[in-house]
């Protein structure tokens, strides 16, 4: 089938590679991009057949719905849009009921992979009305992993980024139950070789994982990790997950602590830790350190 | 090889059956037990020919101790006691100390693999001298998974029961992890079905891992795990943990949240939320529950 | 001055009684209410001469929009609103902004003080444009209590409910604290008389407070609290903390430990706990209870 | 009455002088200190009638061990020491049971107070036989605050010290409920003058506190800490509090969290924090900061 791709960056440009492999035609765009197929929405949409199914790859808020907004204006009746970006969930309602009024479709299609999805296929989990969902199913198929799991109807419109979302909000936990063991070993002297035994724990052990994997392997680039700053981003939905469970009255300790723990990790100094500071010397006259 | 093996439990009569299937001889005790090859630690010793190789899987602790000291007594210069069992790390330079004085050699093992270990392989994390650790080599290679992974020499005496310990503190944090996703999943109304969810995570995601698997196993035996109660038992090696990396000054914000987790979920009911409850009614005059 | 007063709820009414001491003259009204001075908003309305000061107590969200939206319709450009209630910081704009179109000003109002406030005065923190600010200075003033502190212009509209929001914030980990504290020492059999060590610690020690005073007044009431559920509630100013936390990237890991503790509080049984106990069984064939 | 005092400190020295202006007689005694009233702790003994109290203010562990050493080759049955220092409550028992031998008292006994004990008197919770503590009496009164409150005779022998260990504990976890707030208010720019909305506190508020009064100190010297790195020690205590919770198998989350909070303060980069854009790098690609 035919697909229209927005979005060639990390993520859309082996999606289309991938694609396109499994014998699809894709027509990919992004502004001023040299490997774009076409050079604007309305050549992209002008190459493709009534009913099309356009995919967006891009980012999360303001770009996303600009170009909801503008797509909105060029497809017909018929045609559905897919946002396989990381949005925010609640977006998808407003996307949807935006488009609908104008009879186009659309599906929510959280997208996990990174830059493994090439090769390995995409894990995809969408929302949406299911004559919708079956426009785009051959697309789907195309990019999940082979094998019998990889890819979720998870329900209706929003579905599909509230499930990417929450497996988000689980991989910050892993990522930080790993990186909490690992410097404990580290900071202990029992352990002779910690790299050893991550390495160790590949096989037969309750933790293996493919996170487990990924940490040998990047102990293997830098032992110690000792060209690393340790300083960790957020893409937004770790906290959008921490609002869902507070919207829920779901207590979330784990995974927001490991989100805390990312926020802190980007201060060059904590506030929080100041005023302690400050108040250890104001009743105890205990010694503080000066800022630098 | 020979091997006299102590205990002969859930996790040590599976493992006398894959030591055997490869086999060795083993010759194992446990009091008061049907299939138990001798009826004593003295006709256990007895058995096996010099040098010995015994390994005790039994509770940790004062019988661990106990066992310890009655074997110091009928075992020779050049044998070898392995405790497999979930001790404390600290107790291990005690016993090699011990044990060293009558010239008898230690080696601590962690072990996990749970009931899975006598098809899959149980995965080995060990710690003391060499010489004592290449007496018994063959036996971890017969319980150890094939591949390349899944054992480890670890350190010194101490150090396979440490990294059996962070091993263990990062399992409670990843279960922590699923099992907060999974709450979240179900509480929120977004997703139509939440199994089929988990099951589709199982290949192309960042989260695929062996718990994930046992994740869908579980719903699948019970969706909604209707049939449990919220209750969760721990077994030490969380404890040691946090102890560990208080000694350490490491925060471990997301483990400690787990086993703080399993805390609360065996009180009937929560005697700090009194106090709130108590002081919220003190100054604010809001409602408190009975007790019932 | 006179005042209109909307809520004559736990709070309200103790206000109108603090506010009429001081001498001011005050209309306070609240629906199929016995003690209400007139019976409806438009009475209310009539009774006051402009330029007019109307003081919301009622119950933040839909009930607060509603008598917002109805007073627009009845009061006249010169007059002010104050919102008291426990509205989100985010509602205040909003409703700035309605009214000032009419030329009717808004100030929003944080109160602390719950029961007490009546003979001790409440705090309070406001926010707003001076001009409108400066014809509620008189009931701040009323309803302060005596002594320096005790109320703060705290910025522009908004500004007052988000200081109180942080306030309760604290107040959440404040009462956590001293609820820990509290469960250790009755957990430990090392202090004979837990209510006696909370009594000595109200003079000379870091931690004496006035929720210090109220704990042991609770004590004295209940010294085990046993007639209590270990059961509490929140009103919202906890979550929205943690909210506006996550918004500006800030850690607030006892802040929001509190929060979650009240969540789990409120559930029969953990479904999280649920998956844990589901995951040990699945892995060891760790015993899991039934639910009841 | 006597007293002898080992330690002079910042805490010793000032304790002296409040004890002394109760008009009791010290004999105070540190190594090589100029206002040292004897110079060795024969001296000190000699300079006392039997029975004899001795006060030890010293480092807790070796130091304390060492002087309790000493001490019990010089004092007389009959005689008592006390324990003001910081000791963990477990090596009470210890130094009771070995002081009993000989027919010496011991006392535990938990200080609060800081620098302003001087003037304000210090809080004291106590641990001991009644005997023992009888004779300490007169002391624990010039040293207590004025008011009914300020001492307790907390149980038996480590009580005290428990007692101070869990204030410790409740301490931490609120001065990181200020340290968050404070932070919070100072990141989002709803409030305009945090230390004025901090200052307002002061009084009729659900948290105000002697911390909250010693954090508007702070601010008065320093308005956003600007001198301060956010860096802070943490003398034992604290992890105490941890480890005998988890003893007990209570949760402590809001004092664990305040806890690590420290230990995090004081990394120059988190360790975990590498391994978690490690393996951000190795699924997703996304950037990694070098180390400096």
């Given at each position: 089938m035919e697909l229209g791709l927005v979005g060639l960056g990390r993520m859309g440009g082996n999606m289309r590679e991938r694609i396109r492999r499994a014998g699809h035609t894709v027509v990919g765009y992004a502004p001023?991009?040299?490997?774009?197929?076409?050079?604007?929405l309305r050549d992209l949409v002008d190459a493709l057949a009534a009913p099309r199914v356009v995919w967006l790859m891009v980012p999360a808020g303001a770009v996303t719905q600009s170009v909801v907004d503008e797509l909105s204006g060029l497809l017909a009746p018929g045609d559905v849009i897919v946002?396989?970006?990381?949005?925010?969930?609640?977006?998808d309602a407003k996307h949807a009921e935006q488009l609908a009024e104008l009879g186009i479709g659309f599906v929510d299609c959280g997208v996990s992979g990174g830059v493994w999805g090439l090769e390995n296929g995409y894990a995809l989990m969408y929302g949406g009305d299911d004559e919708h969902v079956a426009k785009v199913k051959p697309i789907f198929e195309a990019l999940k992993p082979e094998g019998?799991?990889?890819?979720?109807?998870?329900?209706?419109?929003?579905a599909g980024h509230f499930a990417k979302m929450v497996h988000n909000g689980i991989e910050y936990a892993m990522m930080q139950a790993f990186a909490e063991g690992w410097e404990l070993l580290e900071a202990a002297d029992e352990v002779t070789d910690v790299r050893e035994v991550f390495r160790s724990?590949?096989?037969?052990?309750?933790?293996?994982s493919w996170l487990l994997d990924l940490a040998v392997r990047a102990l293997d680039q830098d032992e110690h990790l000792?060209?690393?700053?340790?300083y960790a981003a957020d893409s937004g939905e770790g906290r959008w997950t921490v609002e869902a469970a507070i919207d829920n009255a779901v207590p979330l300790p784990a995974i927001t602590a490991s989100l805390f723990a990312r926020f802190s990790s980007?201060?060059?100094?904590?506030p929080q830790m100041k005023m302690v500071a400050a108040l250890r010397n104001q009743f105890g006259g205990h010694a503080v350190e000066g800022s630098e």
């Open positions: 001023d991009t040299p490997g774009a197929d076409v050079h604007s946002d396989g970006g990381n949005s925010r969930w609640t977006d019998e799991f990889g890819s979720v109807h998870a329900g209706r419109v929003g724990w590949q096989e037969g052990t309750v933790i293996r000792d060209q690393l700053r340790g980007r201060q060059d100094d904590s």
